[in-house]
């Protein structure tokens, strides 16, 4: 079951206003959301800031790693006890490169084929070793394009982390999901946690 907290409103009749485009607050994980003008102010006192339109040539965001794809993650570094996994979401306006460079902020910087994540994404996991900021800059090859992201697994406005050890029960509120249409199963979340509707702009809080 899911409760949703705000449903942007949008003409039944199909003609509506200019949906505004808007960012995470930084640091933040989640995508681009698009709502509707008059609920644009909203959303800023969450943190959300107003996005270029079209996008930029190459955007960045990222997300916490899903439990499937954290083992990855925190298999491929040397200690993995303790590792906080993410994933990496990298969105190009022009044709996909070869290669894709990443400078993890941390001290990682690897050179990796361009990782097709079977959308418009694509998708790197990458395990860091303590909750602090991180700036992540990547370049394409071949074509000088840059862009950069502030990565904040401290907590953010819309986002906290998991606690450390958290009690089996789980108290939930600390994940953050989205994705293109409302939530459904979500084998990772647990109650509490919020999930954006990237096609809509709702905005939900997931139960039991």
């Known amino acids: 079951m899911t409760s949703l907290l705000r449903t942007p409103a949008i003409s039944s009749s199909g003609i509506s206003a200019q949906l505004v485009r808007l960012l995470p607050p930084l640091g933040c994980p989640g995508q681009p959301v698009w709502v509707p003008p008059n609920e644009v102010l909203r959303w800023e006192q969450l943190g959300f800031y107003r996005a270029p339109i079209p996008a930029a040539v190459l955007e960045l965001a990222w997300q916490p790693a899903a439990a499937t794809t954290a083992a990855t993650a925190t298999a491929a570094i040397a200690d993995p006890a303790g590792t906080i996994a993410v994933e990496l979401l990298l969105n190009t306006r022009h044709t996909p490169p070869a290669a894709v460079t990443v400078d993890w902020g941390d001290g990682t910087t690897q050179t990796l084929p361009w990782p097709d994540g079977g ?39 819309i986002w906290q982390p998991e606690p450390t050890q958290p009690p089996p029960t ?39």
């Open 119 to 157: 959308d418009a994404n694509g998708r790197l996991l990458h395990g860091y070793a303590s909750r602090r900021d991180y700036t992540i800059r990547v370049a394409l090859s071949g074509n000088g394009i840059t862009a950069s992201l502030l990565l904040s697994l401290a907590g953010c406005p």
């Open 170 to 208: 789980g108290g939930g509120g600390s994940r953050w999901f989205n994705g293109d249409g409302p939530p459904g199963t979500i084998t990772a979340a647990a109650p509490g946690d919020y999930y954006l509707d990237g096609i809509s702009g709702a905005f939900y809080v997931l139960e039991n």
